[in-house]
Structures are given as structure tokens and as C-alpha cells.
């Protein structure tokens, strides 16, 4: 049989086909070796691609997180110039509600009747010229003050555990 195929298919039929499969295999091979180099250039890419995104990420991330830093300082030193202001003005105010509270008490003519029955007291009457804690208008400011300061202060320590709890 190999002796039939040889006489029918000349040897340069046979250089051809080996030639053929050299040159099918070497196209094979090189397309596999093309592929694979174009996927490690992509991947070399796409890594320095996303190394360079994410280093000008950080920067912004860091200016930013400075901005914010500066801005929470500037607001909360102006907050608490705030506050101080407010805090000598109503101590102010509530010195005068005294001072005017005890002029009214020791003038007659300017304090008018004794102080009448105190809403909520259950009914009882205050004494004349006794000490009653809600009788006069002026105690009833300084305590509203007093607790207006003491629920700004609650609020500002309230903010205040919520940006050391989030790392503002």
C-alpha cells in the first residue's frame, strides 16, 4: 500500500502537504501567541490605567477630606464665638431681670398687686412679698434662658459625639 501511494502521489505532493501543515500549525501558534501578548499588554493597561485613577482618587480624597477639616474648625471657632456672645448677653439680660425684679419688689408703685395665684400650683396662693419662684417675670425669663443654654449645649455635645463617631 505504501508503495501505491507513492507512485500516485508524487514525493513533491508530499513536501507540499508538509509544508501546508508547517505553515497551518505556525499560523496557529502565532495567532495563540498574538493573543496571549495582547492580552498581557491590555491587562498592563488596564492595571497602570486604574493605579493612575486611583492615585489622583486619593488626592482628591485628601483635599477634600483637608477642606472639610478646615471648614468643621472655621465653623465651629465662629459656633463658639457664637455662644460665648450669646451666653455674656444672657447672663446680662438675666442680671438686669433681677436687678429690675428687685426694684419692683421694694417699690410698690411700680410692682403693682401682689402676685396672684401661680398657674399649675394646685389652687395655692402665693404669699405678698413672699419669694415665689414662678411669680415673677423675671425668673420665669432666666429660667427660660437657662434651659434655652442648656439645650444648645446638649445639641452641641450631641454634634459633637456624632462627628467623633463618623470621623468628621
Given at each position: 500500500?505504501?508503495?501505491?501511494?507513492?507512485?500516485?502521489?508524487?514525493?513533491?505532493?508530499?513536501?507540499?502537504?508538509?509544508?501546508?501543515?508547517?505553515?497551518?500549525?505556525?499560523?496557529?501558534?502565532?495567532?495563540?501567541?498574538l493573543?496571549?501578548?495582547?492580552?498581557?499588554?491590555?491587562?498592563?493597561?488596564?492595571?497602570?490605567?486604574?493605579?493612575?485613577?486611583?492615585?489622583?482618587?486619593?488626592?482628591n480624597?485628601?483635599?477634600?477630606?483637608?477642606?472639610?477639616?478646615?471648614?468643621?474648625?472655621?465653623?465651629?471657632?465662629?459656633?463658639?464665638e457664637?455662644?460665648?456672645?450669646?451666653?455674656?448677653?444672657?447672663?446680662?439680660?438675666?442680671?438686669?431681670?433681677?436687678?429690675?425684679?428687685?426694684?419692683?419688689?421694694?417699690?410698690?408703685?411700680?410692682?403693682g398687686?401682689?402676685?396672684?395665684?401661680?398657674?399649675?400650683?394646685?389652687?395655692?396662693?402665693?404669699?405678698?412679698?413672699?419669694?415665689?419662684r414662678?411669680?415673677?417675670?423675671?425668673?420665669?425669663?432666666?429660667?427660660?434662658?437657662?434651659?434655652?443654654?442648656?439645650?444648645?449645649?446638649?445639641?452641641?455635645?450631641?454634634?459633637?459625639?456624632?462627628?467623633?463617631?463618623?470621623?468628621?
Amino acid at each position: 500500500m505504501p508503495l501505491l501511494l507513492a507512485k500516485l502521489v508524487p514525493f513533491r505532493d508530499w513536501v507540499y502537504l508538509g509544508l501546508f501543515v508547517a505553515l497551518v500549525g505556525l499560523g496557529l501558534y502565532e495567532r495563540a501567541h498574538l493573543i496571549h501578548e495582547g492580552e498581557a499588554h491590555e491587562l498592563a493597561s488596564l492595571q497602570r490605567s486604574s493605579a493612575k485613577l486611583q492615585a489622583a482618587a486619593d488626592a482628591n480624597v485628601t483635599k477634600l477630606t483637608a477642606e472639610h477639616a478646615a471648614e468643621v474648625a472655621a465653623i465651629r471657632s465662629q459656633l463658639d464665638e457664637q455662644q460665648q456672645t450669646n451666653d455674656a448677653l444672657a447672663a446680662a439680660d438675666a442680671q438686669r431681670l433681677r436687678e429690675y425684679d428687685a426694684y419692683r419688689r421694694a417699690h410698690e408703685a411700680v410692682g403693682g398687686a401682689a402676685p396672684g395665684p401661680v398657674p399649675g400650683d394646685s389652687g395655692t396662693e402665693s404669699a405678698p412679698g413672699g419669694d415665689d419662684r414662678y411669680g415673677s417675670l423675671g425668673a420665669v425669663a432666666v429660667e427660660l434662658a437657662a434651659a434655652a443654654r442648656d439645650a444648645q449645649s446638649a445639641l452641641s455635645a450631641c454634634v459633637a459625639d456624632r462627628d467623633s463617631l463618623t470621623g468628621k
